[in-house]
């Protein structure tokens, strides 16, 4: 049976049976063709996306797709004390949320196994990679600093996950404004509301954006036998269990390397080819940011 031919709707019929039944097979068959079931090449990632200013009543947003894995970003700026470890610094809370219309496989009422190890994952890239300076979070030391809360919703889970989850953060801190705030006559911060003057002088009047000096991009790549396939789909990620995440820095220094085991052995030349992989994505992403910066100075 000839896969790559769907002539009529019973050839049609055929090939989506065998590709239910022998998903595996299925799959294979076209590797060996050089091609994927969606018609991408082996290393070629999905149609990639990144609009700022998502939501309108958060500090900082974005809304990030790679293909249709689709990620909502949104930072919430809270003022709280510092630590007595830290008193200069502020800080920051990551929380990945996957509610029901997601995927077919998350149920109501039960969170996805998948959330809270996404949510670790991007809380320790962007603590390691040094995209936000916690001393710029710091308001008064040792009295008050920011809490950076920030929440992604996954829209749509079709595979590679954590790849748009750490686009959309990304884009989230790069659009976020820092409210103004000021003390009142107890010493406490209060916040000063836009459309309103305030007689007190701000704490914070020229420190409203972060400086994001070392931005982390990421790739997933599925090894399968002897292919590399660049940016799963969640078919491919249920079917070829093998996978590796490659996050680089802005310089395009590595900050983490991550493979939570799976049948295929990582050798140092198929780590390497995926390290490479990954510094060409990080072009092509930090692009897509810069683009929808500029978006957000023209509007």
């Not at 999905?46 to 200013?53: E, H, M, P, Q």
């Not at 997933?220 to 269990?241: S, V, W």
């Not at 990582?266 to 810069?290: G, P, Y």
Request: hydrophobic share 40%; aromatic share 4%.
């Amino acid at each position: 049976m000839d896969v790559g031919n769907g002539g009529d709707l019973s050839s049609e019929m055929e090939v989506e049976a065998f590709r239910r039944l022998f998903p595996l097979r299925f799959h294979e068959r076209h590797l060996v063709e050089s091609i994927r079931s969606d018609g991408r090449q082996l290393k070629k990632a999905r149609d990639t996306s990144l609009a700022l200013g998502a939501v309108s009543s958060a500090n900082g947003s974005a809304l990030a797709k790679v293909g249709c894995t689709t990620m909502l970003a949104a930072i919430k700026m809270e003022v709280m004390t510092p630590t007595a470890e830290s008193p200069d610094e502020g800080s920051i809370a990551v929380d990945f949320h996957m509610p029901p219309i997601c995927s077919p496989h998350v149920r109501p009422g039960r969170p996805a196994e998948t959330a809270p190890v996404v949510a670790k994952q991007l809380s320790d890239t962007i603590l390691s990679s040094g995209l936000v300076d916690l001393k710029e979070l710091s308001l008064v030391s040792g009295k008050a600093a920011w809490m950076a809360y920030l929440d992604i919703y996954c829209l749509d889970a079709d595979g590679s996950l954590f790849d748009a989850a750490l686009l959309s953060a990304v884009g989230a801190f790069s659009h976020l404004q820092i409210p103004i705030v000021s003390l009142n006559d107890d010493g406490r911060v209060v916040l000063i509301s836009d459309d309103k003057k305030s007689e007190r002088e701000p704490v914070n009047k020229d420190r409203r954006k972060l400086t994001l000096k070392n931005k982390p991009f990421s790739q997933t790549c599925i090894l399968h036998k002897n292919y590399i396939l660049l940016d799963p789909t969640a078919e491919e990620e249920a079917i070829m269990e093998t996978m590796v995440t490659v996050v680089l820095d802005s310089s395009g220094l590595l900050v983490s390397l991550y493979k939570p085991g799976g049948p295929v052995l990582a050798r140092t030349s198929v780590l390497q080819d995926c390290i490479e992989l990954t510094r060409q994505r990080r072009k092509e992403l930090e692009k897509i940011l810069n683009e929808a910066l500029s978006d957000m100075e023209v509007d």
